[in-house]
């Protein structure tokens, strides 16, 4: 009996610890996802210098909350989107206006989905 209780226990503490990687999961990657929304927007009104700043900071937060993202999450969308900050960054240096902004919000999906993928529901608890 003392055994089943100690199993219950370390099941109640992963169901808490899951919670609390998804809450951070959501919480982590949002303000991400509206950097590059707003570089994007920035490109297309004629404010690259800027968009290009809010682009170097929507990587600069990728690169700090990679690792924790890495423990929990599918490495292929993560390898992707790292594969495309590269290309952002190609498109800046070259004033390449359009692609930065069309690649300012792929990016901007790819982490939202990857958000989503382990946000804070009863599926991804399972």
Not at 81 to 101: N, R
Not at 103 to 118: D, G, K, M, S
Request: charge should be negative.
């Amino acid at each position: 009996m003392f055994r089943g209780w100690i199993g219950a226990g370390i099941l109640a503490v992963f169901l808490v610890l899951g919670l609390l990687v998804s809450g951070w999961m959501d919480q982590a990657h949002i303000p991400t996802e509206k950097l590059l929304e707003q570089a994007a927007e920035k490109t297309l009104q004629g404010e690259f210098e800027q968009a290009v700043t809010l682009g170097k900071e929507a990587k600069s937060r990728w690169e700090r909350q990679w690792n924790g993202t890495a423990t929990v999450a599918d490495h292929s969308p993560m390898d992707d989107v790292d594969a495309l900050f590269g290309e952002m960054e190609i498109y800046a240096k070259t004033g390449e206006e359009p692609h930065f902004a069309a690649c300012c919000q792929e990016l901007a999906r790819r982490v939202q989905a990857v958000a989503t993928a382990h946000r804070f529901s009863w599926w991804n608890i399972l």
